[in-house]
């Protein structure tokens, strides 16, 4: 079963806007992973954040926990075409990570 | 990531054949795991290895088996193929012992189709 949860399940946003997506979980995690698979290839990671820890930063990537209400969200800012892809979350736990369905992000140029 | 190779990259079978699919690692990583995605259902793992000696069973796991040959080596086995086993598989990898350890690594993928 999916532990992650993300929302929206599609996003379509205009060249230079920000996107935002969210991601909930239900039991308790070791950190929170965000990949992104361009179509129909391998994941690739773009951030891992540590259940102390409460935002991160990468580039242009801003990722945000809150263990409290056990969400998590991904900030892309100033996007571009190229960020056009599925982005995943996912939970770490007892050295596994678990996947949520996903969130298909366009960015018209 | 060139680092992570799986063979083949794309499969069509028949109903009721074994097949094997195989992946390989030069990242030196003692964790390897074999997924599974179908549209609308994300990642679901199948198998995992945390070394030569270690096979945990995942969240789906019936109707595959796996053989970790080796550190780089990890294959999936289908015993019997059916049509719902049509979907896309990746290989990851990870190394626990390396700062951000529980990152993971994937593979290009194998499509699968099975008739």
Redesign the interface.
Known sequence: ??QGEEDPQALSIQEGENATMNCSYKTSI??L?WYRQNS??????LI?IRSNEREKHSGRLRVTLDTSKKSSSLLITASRAADTASY?CAT?AN????????ITLSVRP | DADVTQTPRNRITKTGKRIMLECSQTKGHDRMYWYRQDPGLGLRLIYYSFDVKDINKGEISDGYSVSRQAQAKFSLSLESAIPNQTALYFCATSDPRRALGETQYFGPGTRLLVL
Do not use: E, P
């Open positions: 079963s999916q070791n950190n992973q129909g290839r391998g994941l690739v990671h891992l995943f770490a050295s596994k990570l678990t996947f949520g369905k996903g």
